[in-house]
């Protein structure tokens, strides 16, 4: 065992918070049965505190001691994508309590897959509360780096496990009212969720659970950011000149000084996306601008965090 993950775990049996990696972002991580931490871990963040939190596990054994209701899309969808980017919300059982659920009757649980938070998560035993390491609203961390530039000073260690593979947030699951909703897209698609279940999977509805990432503007960057069609960004550029940077499929522009060309497949673009606009960031422009991406279902994902992005 990694001496540094021995170490993050006698952390969070502390009480303290450790900041580690996950296959899809960097996680901010709390003893989920320890209320004061997960208030701290709220306070760290400028989290507020009616927004519930996934709580994270080294198994789905463990993961389902914290559900009173299993229903059988459950189990499939565990056997099928845990470990893996994939949130369930199910109803809570005793162990889950209000100060990880936002006062709601269910629960968000997680089987993260990437080596070193299964680590972690074996070492320390029990249910780990774990949003994205970064502050409340701005945008998701795909590298430990990320994490010490929001949040340095606030938490007491950060596990370097390289860049997050996914680069986008779990998808998320509604399982707790009888059918599947889909509350959020991402690296597990709508359709691979339906050919498991059979079934098919529901828009989220206006009774929806509140969840991670529900918000209108959210993983969003600190310069204000604009989606654009392609034959649209050429005149934007025109407008804008020096104070903008841009992101796009096309090759850079010489009157724009802050361009980054993406990828033109999605899981690539997913993956990039987080650093791709921390990068543009800090160039201090007075916009970003953002090609929209393609039309199509595999592009789901990344067009519901640019959609929030520019919210």
């Not at 969808?77 to 209000?98: E, H, N, V, Y």
């Not at 998560?121 to 509360?129: I, P, Y």
Request: charged share 25%.
């Amino acid at each position: 065992m990694n001496p540094e993950v021995r170490r993050a775990a006698e952390i969070l049996r502390a009480g303290g918070l450790v900041a580690f990696p996950t296959e899809t972002v960097y996680g901010l991580g709390a003893d989920a049965s320890n209320a004061a931490a997960v208030a701290r871990l709220y306070a760290s963040k400028g989290r507020p505190a009616e927004h519930p939190v996934i709580v994270h596990f080294a198994d789905a054994e463990r993961a389902f001691e914290w559900v009173r209701e299993m229903p059988e899309a459950a189990k499939k969808l565990a056997a099928r994508f845990w470990p893996g980017p994939l949130t369930m919300i199910l109803k809570r059982s005793a162990k889950a309590q209000d100060f990880v659920t936002g006062g709601q009757d269910s629960v968000g649980l997680r089987v993260p897959s990437h080596p070193v938070a299964q680590d972690l998560l074996r070492e320390f035993g029990g249910g780990v509360a774990a949003p994205s390491a970064n502050l409340f609203g701005k945008l998701s961390p795909t590298a430990a780096h990320h994490v010490l530039e929001d949040l340095s000073g606030r938490i007491d260690l950060i596990l370097d496990g390289g860049a997050s593979e996914v680069g986008i947030e779990s998808t998320i699951v509604d399982l707790s009212g009888g059918s599947a909703v889909l509350l959020r897209p991402g690296g597990i698609t709508k359709a691979q969720l339906a050919e498991v279940l059979n079934a098919k999977i529901e828009e989220k509805k206006a009774q929806s659970p509140r969840h991670s990432g529900g918000l209108v503007r959210h993983y969003a960057p600190r310069t204000p950011a604009r989606l654009v069609s392609a034959h649209g960004l050429d005149a934007e550029i025109a407008k804008l000149k020096d104070r903008v940077a841009v992101l796009a499929f096309s090759r850079p522009d010489e009157r724009v000084e802050y361009w980054i060309r993406m990828p033109s497949e999605p899981r690539a673009y997913a993956q990039r996306l987080y650093a791709a606009l921390r990068e543009l960031d800090r160039a201090q422009c007075e916009t970003i601008l953002i090609e929209s991406p393609p039309e199509g279902v595999e592009w789901a994902a990344v067009k519901d965090r640019l959609t929030r992005a520019t919210g």
